[in-house]
């Protein structure tokens, strides 16, 4: 499948600071998801990315996707103790396979 | 609307015995997937079925490992015998599937956290 690179593994920030994490790949992406686990919990869906250049604000969090399509961003201003958990970023592959590969995720901690 | 649902939530067997993981997806969804999930590391899928045909099972072990999904709705998977480097977290999810017309969000159930001793 598709193959996407995340980092930083881990961030610790204090409550109140800013957050990104960013996802890399080495080829043109049709589009790219996000999701986020909680600790002890589930993957749930955060958004959807499918255009170049494209910017969604979900409340705090922007969501970016490069021009060429080939990276994106999630930023989470002024974070709270309720955004830890860990940050995957994950694409289909091209084709009639349509796999969703998972980045390695980035594991936030938010220290009260 | 009920989520996707797994059981059992928790499971502990020894090595070389059998276990089977059972998910029901949201009603309506036709495409079902089986992922596992290491510590520290993104899902990653063991099978995918298009209703009850399974359209990609690549990443699946056949020799131990087998699942199913009758009438297209409820699936099973199947680790036998299971090995220690078996434990992990299996998920379900599932999400439109075709009738979408495009790459769908995934919707993922609790999980079933195997451990092997």
């Known amino acids: 499948g598709q193959q996407v690179m995340q980092i930083p593994q881990y961030q610790h920030v204090q409550e109140g600071e800013d957050f990104t994490t960013y996802c890399n790949s080495s080829?043109?992406?049709?589009?790219i998801q996000w999701y986020k686990q909680r600790p002890g919990g589930h993957p749930v869906f955060l958004i959807q990315?499918?255009?170049?250049?494209e910017v969604k604000k979900q409340k705090r969090l922007t969501f970016q996707f490069g021009e060429a399509k080939k990276n994106s961003s999630l930023h989470i201003t002024a974070t709270q103790t309720t955004d830890v958990g860990t940050y995957f970023c994950a694409v289909y592959s091209s084709g009639s396979a349509r796999q969703l590969t998972f980045g390695s995720g980035t594991q936030l901690t938010v220290l009260p | 609307e009920a989520g996707v649902v797994q059981s059992p939530r928790y499971k502990i067997i020894e090595k070389k015995q059998p276990v089977a993981f059972w998910c029901n997806p949201i009603s309506g969804h036709n495409t079902l997937y089986w992922y596992l999930q290491n510590l520290g590391q993104g899902p990653e899928l063991l099978i995918r079925y298009e209703n009850e045909e399974a359209v990609d099972d690549s990443q699946l072990p056949k020799d131990r490992f087998s699942a199913e999904r009758l009438k297209g709705v409820d699936s099973t998977l199947k680790i036998q015998p299971a090995e220690l480097g078996d434990s992990a977290v299996y998920l379900c999810?599932?999400?439109?599937?075709?009738?979408?017309?495009?790459?769908?969000?995934?919707?993922f159930g609790p999980g079933t956290r195997l451990t092997v001793l």
């Open positions: 080829t043109t992406l049709s589009n």
């Open positions: 990315l499918v255009k170049s250049g």
């Open positions: 999810a599932s999400s439109l599937g075709r009738t979408s017309g495009r790459d769908d969000e995934q919707f």
